[in-house]
Each structure stands twice: as C-alpha cells, then as structure tokens.
C-alpha cells in the first residue's frame, strides 16, 4: 500500500500535516504525537523579528467550532533558527515553515533566512485574519497575491505553498492569482471571519473582536473550497479546514487535496493526527486501494 | 519535561455541595500520581459541539488510591455537562498540566475567593508550617469549609456579611490584624491585583494562580497568555503562558 504523496517535488510519507498556529513547533505535542509518524509539521506563522500578538482573551469556543484571535505571536526567525528547527530535525518528517510578514519586504527577509536552513517548503501565510497589517491585506486582492508570490518566489530556495483565505467572494481567482505569481502549492483553507458577544458582560467575547472561525463547523467551506480550487487551478492543494477524524481528511482529498492538515482537532484530541493516520491506512486496506494518489481529487 | 497523560478517567463520586458548585472525585491511571499543589487537569466535553478541554484545578489528589478530588462551578454547558457524570461513569482528561505552589516553610496565607478556593485545600495539606486560610464567599453558601479547618485557622469574608467579615479577604486579614511570610491565593482578578498590592506595601512574597482562556492546554496555541514583567521563554516577548509556565505566578512577575 502506498501512502506516499509528492508535492512540488517534495515527498511525504503520508498526507497527513498539521496546520499551522494549532502545533506550535511540535514540541509541546511531541508527548503525545510521535512526530515521526507525520507526513509534516506545519509550524505556527513566523516573522523577521518577535511579535507579541494581541491582547486576551484570545479565543472563544462557538458551536462546532473556536474563534481564535492569537494574533500571530511568534519569537522571530533567530529564535526559531537556533531552536525550532533543531528541535525538527530530530525527527523523520518533513518540515514545511509558516511564514508571516507585515510588508513584502518582511516575508522576504524570512524567506531568505530560511533560504540555507535545512526545511522542505515554506507555507506563505497571506490570510491571517488577526493582524492589521499583512496576513488577510494581502490575500483579498487577486493583484496583491499575484504580486507577493512573485517576490517570495525571487527570495526562496524552497518549493512556495501560498495560503489562502475563504473570506473572498470567489477563491478560484486568488488560487489564479498565486498560480500566474510561480506558488508551487496552494493551503486551504484559513479560517473564517467570526464574532461572539458575551450577552451577560455585554462585550466582545475576544478582545480584538472578531476572530477566525476554524473547527468543524467550517468543513463544508473548506471541501467547498477544495473542490473549486483543484478545478480552476493545476497546482497542487494541501486542504485543511474542521478535519476532525479520517472521515474529513479523507473528503478533502477526494475533493482534490493531495494532502490535508489537522488544525483545530488537536485541541479537541492531542493523539487525532495518528488515528486519521491509521485511519486512511484502514481505509485504503478496506476499500482496496493501493495508491492514496488514486483518491486525490476522485469524487468530479 | 513534567509527564502528562491523557486518560479515561473514571467518576468515583460527585455531589453538588453548594448553588452551582460540584465535588467530584475521579480515579485515573496515572496523573494523580503525578499531580501537584496548584497544578489542574483539562477534561474532554463527550459532546462533539464543545470541542475544547476546560481546565479545572485540582482540589485534592489522593496517592494511594490514584485520584483526585475536583471542584468546580458551573460555568457553561461544558461543566454543566461534567456535573451530570455519575459513578462508574468515565470522563476523558489530560494533565497534571501547569506549574502548581512552590512549597515555602515560612508563616503563610492561604487565600482563596470563590472558586479559587479549591486549589488551596491540597496545598494546606502540603505545607508544613504555620497556616492562616482566609476564605473570600459571596455569601453563606460555602462549600470546603470542614476540609479546611482540618488544616489551618481558617478566616471567613462574605460579600454580603452573613459569615465572618464583610467585605473581601484583605478585609477579613486586616480585621483579624493577621500577618504571614508567604502568601498563597486563588480567586478572581480584582482579588488577585489587590493581594499584589498588599504583598507589595508590605514586602511579602506572594504567589497567585492564574485564569485565562485556554485551548490547548499544553502550550502551543498561544491563547493563554497573561503579561510579564520579564521576558518570557517561548517567543522573547512578555507573554508568558498561563498553562505552562503558570498557572502560578509570582505577583510581581505578572501584570495584572
């Protein structure tokens, strides 16, 4: 049985990652992942220099799902240099960075730092919908995307996955935009826009007051999402959005995702990645398929 | 790395022993084993539309037997969810997580207000030294109250005035004219900040217990985080995480 898949020339022992923000840089969890079991380790979005992120409260759980707020806190790429990478590379998986930036040139300084470090890809986070500049500033205008994928693909040694947001009228057109750019991948989807109100404290229930709904109340969207993208572009898709159990991976890759990303659930069940792990294996034995490949994008 | 586990705990006994607030007991395999004063446990909602843990602190932990003794409020339909277990019923938990009380030999406070006051009953019953136990109440609805005397003189403050001192726990300490060397305290913000003050005017060495929105409980996703004077591990900034590096703090390290 062949569960290996290939993305921008780069292979994956199984197609099951983690998304970025929900797994820090895997060590918290590595007491009770066994990373080497993963096809990667998207790690949490991370900028030239240490941001703080926003003030608290920084979630909120809504039916079905969470609003988070975080805000992209990260320690910058020194830290993460000397002691994120390090810690990954002690593991058998493939190691795929986040990257955030406030301007063009913020992605790029980062891009290049990483240029020399021993990481497989770089994920471009142009969807984050918590800061006020960059993240989601970027991935709402199809010229924009266009236009930053074009200056990280300049700077990068790496394959590029760039990130995309559903909180667009029509995600076809900025999968386009990051195609014509030279993307090698895209990552879908970010979470969506949301916001609750505490009705006894009368207030916000985060305090940046809106946040980004992710769980599996967005699954839908995202195999939505998924769908239309693998059919309006050529490049390969990593599909994230509310996979709870090997049910939603496995959805998302017959809606065309060549792998999938476990976000949200990994609060919800710190050991979720190695169940969809043996799951799809479950799956491929009881149905008899022999290459995971032959489901990618199968369900037309 | 402190051990953490995540089990199929299973309900020894609850009851509910005051409006809102339960008592429950739960056997586990090995987090007890573990367990501190101070540290808490995250138990899993089995319904699907509640997808995170909810951290509840740890009242009392039993070695011998493998449990621990948790008392919470309820607070949403998560822990109105948790007080409907019954006996033999099983609850899914991760922990022990966090930091828990560094154990001082010296005169101590032992201050807990509201639902803070349950973390304080196993640190009574660890510290060896000289303990005053202040307890802050709305009213006359108290709960642990029998479980404390056994461990200390215990002071009462209520909101209302219907036991001991009206007013909040500095009050009931300045009434008292109580003095300690070390003070210990659990309880909402505004307690917290004023014990802060007090341990500062006065020069004593003051630990709080910290609350704040968690998801993960572990320390990855960067909800949790509270503001620190000093710059924190994981990211360079002053952000130290409440489920990690916390929940107990030294007043002065925090902002509060």
């Known amino acids: 049985m062949n569960t290996k898949v290939t993305i921008a020339g780069v292979t994956f022992d199984n197609p099951v990652m983690v998304a970025s923000g929900t797994f820090g840089s895997g060590e918290e969890f590595s007491e009770f992942v066994d990373l080497n079991r993963l096809g990667a380790v998207v790690t949490k979005g991370v900028a030239n220099i240490p941001w703080p992120g926003n003030p608290t409260p920084r979630i909120a759980e809504v039916y079905g799902g969470m609003l988070n707020a975080i805000g992209l806190q990260n320690p910058g790429i020194d830290v993460f240099v000397s002691r994120d990478i390090p810690f990954l590379k002690k ?7 986040n990257v955030c930036g406030k301007s063009t040139e913020d992605y790029c300084e980062v891009v290049e730092r990483l240029a020399d470090q021993p990481v497989d890809m770089l994920e471009i986070n142009i969807s984050c919908p918590n800061v006020k500049e960059g993240g989601i500033a970027f991935g709402q205008d199809p010229k924009a995307v ?29 999968a386009k935009a990051a195609e014509a750019g030279g993307a090698d991948a895209l990552s879908l989807i970010n979470t969506l826009t949301g916001m609750k109100i505490d009705v006894n404290k009368r207030t916000f229930a985060i305090a940046n007051k809106t946040g980004g709904l992710s769980g ?29 159990n090997t049910e939603d991976a496995l959805e998302l890759i017959l809606a065309g995702a060549t792998a999938v990303s476990v976000g949200t659930a990994n609060f919800a069940n710190p050991m979720v990645t190695m169940e ?21 994008g199968a369900v037309k | 790395m402190a051990e953490k586990f ?40 089995d319904d699907g539309s509640r997808l995170l843990p909810r951290p509840i602190s740890i009242c009392e932990i039993d070695k011998e037997d493998s449990a621990l003794h948790l008392v919470y409020r309820i607070a949403g339909k998560g822990t109105a969810e948790f007080s409907e277990k019954q006996t033999g019923d099983h609850l899914s938990v991760m922990g022990p997580l966090g930091n828990g009380f560094p154990l001082k030999g010296k005169k101590a406070f032992l201050i807990g207000g509201g639902i803070g ?93 910290m609350e704040e929105k968690m998801a993960c409980g572990i320390g990855a996703c960067l909800a949790c985080v509270c503001k620190s004077k000093e710059v924190d591990g994981h990211t360079n900034v002053h952000n130290k995480r409440v489920c990690k590096e916390g929940p107990v703090f030294l007043a002065e390290e925090v902002e509060l």
């Open chain 1, 91 to 97: 593991y058998d998986t493939k190691i795929i960075v």
């Open chain 1, 146 to 174: 266009e236009a930053i994928t074009r200056e990280v693909k300049k700077h990068a040694k790496q394959p590029v996955i760039m990130k995309l947001s559903p909180n667009v009228t029509d995600i076809t057109v900025m």
């Open chain 1, 216 to 244: 599996p109340a967005v699954h839908p969207i995202a195999v939505r999402m998924v769908y239309q993208v693998a059919n309006a572009v050529k490049l390969p898709i990593i599909g994230m959005g509310g996979i709870q």
């Open chain 1, 276 to 296: 969809i792990v043996d799951g799809i294996e479950q799956y491929m034995q009881m149905h008899g398929v022999a290459d995971i490949n032959e489901l990618i």
């Open chain 2, 6 to 45: 995540k089990e199929q705990a299973v309900v020894i006994s609850q009851e509910q022993i005051a409006p809102e607030i339960y008592s429950l007991w739960i056997k586990t395999d090995k987090i007890a084993q573990y367990a501190k004063a101070g540290q808490f446990i995250s138990i899993y909602c």
């Open chain 2, 117 to 209: 006051i349950p973390p304080m009953l196993e640190l009574a019953k660890q510290l060896n030294c000289e303990k005053q136990i202040i307890l802050g109440y709305r009213n006359s609805d108290m709960f642990l109250l029998d479980e404390f005397k056994k461990q200390g003189e215990v002071y009462i403050a209520t909101e209302d005035g219907s036991v001991g001192t009206k007013g909040n726990v500095l009050d009931a300490i300045r009434e008292n004219a109580l003095d300690a060397e070390v003070i210990y305290a659990c309880g909402p913000t505004p307690m917290l900040r004023a014990l802060k003050n007090y341990a500062a005017e006065n020069n004593i060495e003051c630990w709080i217990s």
